[in-house]
């Protein structure tokens, strides 16, 4: 969430928890004790220590170790140790020290192991070790919430595979006792974090998750607290979901009254600190605001017909009336939607406006052009809704594009999460790079787009007794996606060539599914087989066992089918031409090992003082080829300027031809221009070897294969704004 909730927020005691209050969640009588939902997975090695084990060393030194991904964990040591010294641990993501100070324990006589009282994340550890102590070894014990990883998305193109993965992995670390926006800075309950953390749950994990899913829906509304995220959960992203989901009828009871109360009487139009979205400042919160209660209320009118409230509708049919029957003359600006509280529109509003049907079909074109292909004013939590509405127009193939563009720095980045802001860039009031956001932030939705929206993968009544896949899946020409619903898991695999569009689906018992086959996918369809027997020849074929007609419109022609395994092959022209490169695979270079390595550079080490906490981090030039990726070096004397420099001592001559530079953590603080010279006694330096640019992440400079002992990187020009920071650096040569 904000960074001025951040800075403005107070720790309830050392491992307090900010905003205790409002995340107190429901007790229900089905709700289950913290500690059973907790799964300890057991002490594990680490995948990295900077350090060979067992070692000492004759001064206090420090050991980094690293995790396979972003998890909670504890910090275990074995150590030999005069009694009384004092070991220091903690993760090496210095937002946890935002609740939970760097732990420490004083060794005692006939004792050699040592672990963590307290949980942290990240994906690395850090221990300070006192002097003359020798390390033995050391683990990490991980823990999360009681679920698995049962859900799965696989394309052709593994841009979209890995932020399936990451966000994957950033909804199962914001989930632990209750949903989290983040679980290092905050861990606060907020509605609008939970939203998209409930619904990838759904598409992700088993059903047991679906415990904190029924908590979020059933916990008490708290009207002060950010209602305009009520209204975003409270709809069909929420709400609706939850019950076609689960089929929790007895959950729509209970929270029928309240949501009518807080729609009727509580919510408050015009609030200026009603909150939807971060993002650019150009909010239309006028616009925004109304197309979420409006569908709230369609929702509302859901609901008051499967639990008996029919009486309402009525009532809330003319409220829906009212909003309709005026929201265009009220903000359409022949092209637009647009309120008068901007002069510029919003690419968030006016995808409100179609996801919640008040645009109407002619606008859709003018939206698109207009705002949707112009505008990125919404977040990383927002653009969710900017995606459906792109899929709802038919134009998947630019929502994919635009995933893709938005998430261009968190792809290839070395980090396994999805952070709070597109390039870690603050956008709200101010534009600048925001130390503080979190580099694991519940609010990412990819996993959702993509398994829900492009599979078209979605329930179509309450508890998956009807679904449907309706793939849009513009360009991506190959798909294997399993969605465990609490029927049992949808698999569908798909796959397309030039003459051939080939759909399977395995469904469990007890569903009816509904299948189309998208007519955007071909230029010309001649015939639809389904298991070997032609269904569609322009017409539909009756007479095969389980299959049935459902009808065609615009976008598909859909059949009906019962439980079991069904093959589609639609036979016709199909374009499979891409506007995005399909990725090339990761260089097969060898990274040379940076043990016993010795990292200088043109400014002594020191520390920084960390965001508006101030909190001092370590940022000595050893931190940059250390194995981690969160801790590193940098000048933070100035502003970048000509002449400084990093260097390393390999120790020995070794060949090499690459170098990569990992500021991912600092992103804008890549250098402006850079030079990079080596040497075998760092007295005489050849001329550059290389010369260059640099840009946001991660930059890899290569050059002539070298023979060398030291290696030298100059910063060569100026920045008003950004300092110079290498959080990783690799020394790499090709196979």
């Known amino acids: 969430m904000a960074k001025w909730l951040i800075c403005i927020s107070v720790l309830v005691g050392e491992m307090g928890v900010l905003f205790a209050a409002p995340d107190k969640l429901s007790n229900t009588d089905e709700s289950l004790p913290v500690g059973s939902m907790i799964k300890d997975y057991g002490l594990k090695d680490y995948v990295r220590t900077s350090v060979d084990l067992p070692h000492a060393e004759p001064q206090p030194w420090k050991l980094v170790c690293g995790l396979p991904y972003n998890c909670h964990f504890q910090p275990w040591i074995e150590i030999e140790a005069a009694e009384g010294s004092k070991i220091l641990y903690n993760s090496s993501n210095p ?18 192991i040592y672990e963590a009282k307290n949980w942290v994340s990240g994906e690395g550890a850090i221990y300070t070790i006192p002097a003359g102590a020798k390390v033995k070894s050391v683990k990490y014990r991980e823990t999360g919430f009681d679920t698995t990883f049962a859900g799965s998305f696989v394309c052709n193109d593994e841009d979209y595979n890995i932020l399936w993965k990451k966000a994957a992995r950033t909804a199962y670390i914001c989930m632990r006792d209750h949903f989290y926006d983040c679980p290092d800075r905050e861990r606060v309950g907020f509605w609008g974090d939970g939203t998209p953390e409930m619904n990838q749950c ?5 059903p047991s998750a679906h415990r904190l899913a029924k908590d979020l829906v059933r916990r008490k509304l708290e009207p002060k607290f950010y209602p305009g995220q009520h209204l975003e959960f409270l709809g069909e992203y929420g709400l609706w979901f939850y019950y076609l989901h689960s089929g929790d009828l007895e959950s729509m009871r209970m929270i029928y009254a309240p949501t009518k109360e807080f729609l009727f009487t509580t919510y408050q139009f015009g609030n200026p600190k009603t909150w939807f979205d971060w993002g650019k400042e150009v909010k239309d919160t006028a616009v925004i605001e109304t197309c979420f209660y409006y569908n709230c209320l369609q929702t509302l ?5 499967v639990t008996g409230h029919d009486a309402d509708v009525p009532e809330i049919d003319a409220k829906l009336t009212a909003i309709s029957s005026t929201f265009d003359k009220n903000y359409w600006k022949d092209g637009y939607y647009m309120s008068s509280q901007v002069t510029s529109p919003d690419d968030r509003a006016n995808a409100m406006a179609v996801n919640s049907g008040l645009a109407d079909r002619s606008k859709w074109q003018a939206i698109y052009d207009n705002v949707l292909t112009k505008k990125t004013y ?4 927002f653009d969710r809704w900017v995606f459906e509405a792109l899929c709802t127009m038919g134009k998947q193939e630019y929502a994919l594009i635009r995933m893709h563009e938005r998430y261009k720095t968190m792809i290839p980045c070395s980090f396994t999460t999805l952070w709070e802001h597109y390039d870690r860039w603050w956008a709200s009031r101010i534009d600048a790079y925001d130390d503080a956001s979190s580099l694991n932030h519940g609010w990412n939705p990819p996993a959702l787009n993509l398994s829900q929206t492009i599979c078209g993968i979605t329930p179509v009544e309450p508890g998956w007794t009807t679904y449907q896949v309706m793939p849009k899946e513009s360009f991506l020409t190959a798909i294997n996606v399993v969605v465990p619903t609490i029927k049992g898991k949808v698999t569908m695999d798909l796959k397309k060539t030039a003459s051939e569009y080939a759909l399977s689906l395995d469904s469990p018992p007890a569903t009816i599914a509904i299948v189309g086959i998208p007519k955007s996918s071909f230029t010309k369809m001649d015939s639809i087989k389904v298991n070997g027997t032609i269904v569609w020849n322009g017409a539909f074929i009756a007479g095969m066992d389980g299959v049935s007609w459902q009808g065609e419109d615009a976008e598909f022609i859909k059949f009906k089918v019962t439980p079991g395994t069904w093959k589609f092959f639609a036979q016709g022209n199909l374009p499979l031409s891409s506007p995005k490169a399909i990725p090339q695979k990761p260089a097969d270079d060898i990274v040379l090992d940076k043990k016993g390595w010795a990292a200088s550079a043109s400014i002594p080490d020191g520390t920084f003082l960390f965001s508006g906490a101030k909190i001092p981090i370590d940022c000595s030039a050893a931190n ?40 991912t953590w600092a992103l804008w603080d890549f250098p402006v221009t850079y030079s990079v010279a080596v040497s075998n006694d760092a007295v005489t330096w050849s001329p550059p070897i290389a010369s260059g640019s640099g840009g946001l992440g991660i930059n890899a400079i290569s050059f002539p294969r070298q023979s060398a002992r030291y290696i030298r990187i100059t910063q060569n020009s100026s920045s008003d704004t950004y300092y110079w920071s290498i959080f990783e650096l690799d020394v790499c040569r090709k196979k």
């Open 378 to 381: 919404a977040s990383c939590f």
């Open 301 to 305: 009118r859901k609901i008051a017909l």
């Open 624 to 663: 940059a080829i250390d194995g981690d990726h969160w801790n590193g070096w940098r000048d933070k004397t100035k502003t970048q300027y000509p002449g400084q420099w990093f260097q390393l001592d390999m120790k020995k001559v070794q060949d090499f031809d690459k170098i990569v530079l990992d500021n």
């Open 95 to 112: 937002l946890v020290l935002y609740l939970t100070k760097t732990e420490s324990v004083t060794t005692a006589t006939n004792q050699s």
């Open 202 to 206: 759904f598409y992700v994990f088993d």
